[in-house]
Structures are given as structure tokens and as C-alpha cells.
């Protein structure tokens, strides 16, 4: 039998190993839950879609008479955006945190800031 302490001092560190094991996160995952936060607590204001490439999202906005320009990873989210990806180019909102208006998002899982554009119909 071990005494009381030592075992206390085990299931503690087993504890511990677990927390920190369980809290351990995928890149992939951190970037869901950023865009869950910026989702849920985000205001809206108008952006541009810049261009889109390789699985990202290029867009820019203006807060407070401040320019930004940013990127998204949309490779996850090919499910949400439309078939021709290059028709979301143009105006579009976006969500940011009024706390950081540099983290921002244009599409997440339960809302899209893009305005795609209807294809071509042969008219002039």
C-alpha cells in the first residue's frame, strides 16, 4: 500500500498530464474556434474580396479610418463557398472584434460575408 501523500502526488501529476494532454489543440482546431469567437461577438462592416488563391481568401477594410488587408483560410470551408470560388471577388462584408479589428473573418461556419456574383447570362 502506498501511503495517503504519494498517491495524492500521483493521481495529481495523472491529473495534470490529462489537462494538459485534453487542452492540446490542432492548428486546424484553434482557427475554428477563432472564427466561432469572431462570429459570435463580431461586428459587420463592408470589405472587399481582393482575390482568391490557393484555398485562401484575400480581402481588405476599413475601420475608424484604418486600412486593413488580410487573408483567410477557406480550404476548410469549400463545403460553404460556391462552385466558381473566383466569383466571390468584390464587395462583401466581413466580421471583426472591435477589441482587435485586425482579427477578422469573411465566411465561417454559420455565416458568409460574400456577395458572389451571378454568372455570366450573355447579356452586355
Known amino acids: 500500500m502506498l501511503p495517503a501523500g504519494i498517491a495524492a502526488g500521483v493521481l495529481l501529476l495523472l491529473l495534470v498530464g490529462w489537462l494538459f494532454l485534453r487542452a492540446r489543440s490542432t492548428p486546424a482546431e484553434r482557427e475554428r474556434k477563432r472564427r466561432l469567437l469572431v462570429y459570435s461577438q463580431g461586428r459587420i462592416c463592408d470589405g472587399n474580396v481582393l482575390d482568391f488563391r490557393d484555398g485562401s481568401l484575400y480581402y481588405s477594410y476599413a475601420i475608424a479610418g484604418v486600412e486593413y488587408a488580410a487573408s483567410q483560410d477557406v480550404s476548410s470551408l469549400s463545403g460553404i463557398l460556391p462552385p466558381d470560388p473566383v466569383s466571390v471577388i468584390g464587395p462583401g462584408s ?5 477589441r482587435n479589428p485586425a482579427n477578422s473573418i469573411v465566411v465561417c461556419e454559420h455565416w458568409s460575408g460574400l456577395r458572389a456574383r451571378p ?3 450573355g447579356l452586355s
Not at 466581413?94 to 472591435?98: D, F, I, P, Q
Open 94 to 98: 466581413v466580421k471583426y472584434l472591435a
Open 119 to 121: 454568372r455570366n447570362l
